[in-house]
């Protein structure tokens, strides 16, 4: 599935651990990128940005595990890679989950200076798809549709450093840290591409 043309444009990686990868790719080409599909820490080199999609996260910490996915993402975020997590990739970007039960014992991403609750907006029954409008992605007057599917919720914003882009339902839903984007629903499941058009020109910020 990789599409590795950089002169097109910007070089993305999809981490390919689970999720809606070949939709994220296509969000990210919609929106004039060159994409990688990620298996291995050797694919992230040369990567302006990286999209950690959505999935269930003890179940992707525990597949990163092998191959130290995860420390090899922090390293290269550390070093200035932005990265944009949905869903079970903003727990992973979050510095603390206040329900880590499951996780311990696994590597996290980290770097986002958030509290999150896995799995709060209820199970695959609660899922919804609801209208919000979103800042900095250009025409604020036309809401982005969004798609909630067991999505985390942002319970507490622990630096002045983190803007909230979006709210639902009393809670922040979309982020940015810097060169850090996460959203706790999946935009890659519409075909409004804005997200991803804001996490493109981010990452060659």
Do not use: W
Not at 84 to 109: H, K, M, N, Y
Request: proline share 5%; net charge negative.
């Amino acid at each position: 599935m990789t599409v590795e043309d950089v002169s097109a444009g910007p070089l993305i990686g999809v981490l390919a651990l689970q999720g809606a990868v070949a939709e994220h790719a296509a969000a990210l080409q919609a929106s004039g990128a060159a994409v990688r599909i990620v298996r291995r820490p050797a694919e992230l080199d040369g990567l302006d940005g990286l999209v950690v999609p959505g999935g269930e996260s003890t179940a992707m910490a525990r597949i990163a595990a092998p191959v130290k996915m995860f420390e090899a993402v922090r390293e290269h975020r550390e070093a200035g890679l932005a990265v944009f997590g949905t869903c079970a990739g903003l727990i992973l970007l979050a510095e603390s989950v206040a329900d880590a039960q499951a996780l311990e014992g696994f590597e996290r991403i980290r770097g986002l200076d958030v509290v999150v609750r896995r799995n709060a907006y209820g199970s695959q029954l609660n899922s919804f798809t609801t209208e919000l409008p979103v800042q900095g992605i250009g025409e604020p007057d036309r809401p982005l549709e969004a798609v909630f599917i067991r999505a985390p919720v942002i319970e507490e914003i622990r630096s002045a450093d983190v803007e909230v882009l979006a709210e639902a339902q009393g809670h922040p839903v979309a982020v940015r840290q810097g060169r850090l984007l996460a959203a706790s629903f999946h935009p890659e499941l519409t075909s409004d591409y804005r997200l991803h058009q804001y996490f493109v020109g981010l990452a060659t910020s």
